[in-house]
């Protein structure tokens, strides 16, 4: 079992998403330790609802000039 914030943190107010370890692969793992705090609980929401155009969209965001998109 993993969990993530909706703000980073996790303060007693945060709202909490948890989530099998197995949902994301290595990629959306390493992703999630490297995005934007404030990103990574719609990130993960959206791969566990299968989002895959907000998945993207949200990885665009983050990482998009560091695979040479933005």
């Not at 969990?3 to 793992?29: H, I, K, M, P, R």
């Not at 969209?57 to 000039?65: P, Q, R, S, W, Y």
Request: net charge negative; glycine share 8%.
């Amino acid at each position: 079992m993993a969990w993530v914030t909706n703000d980073g943190e996790y303060n007693g107010s945060s709202l909490v998403l948890e989530f099998n370890y197995n949902d994301l692969n290595a990629q959306q793992w390493e992703n999630l330790e490297n995005m934007s705090d404030v990103d990574r609980y719609e990130y993960v929401k959206a791969i566990t609802d299968a989002n895959d155009d907000l998945v993207r969209e949200i990885e665009m965001d983050n990482f998009g000039e560091d695979w040479g998109l933005g």
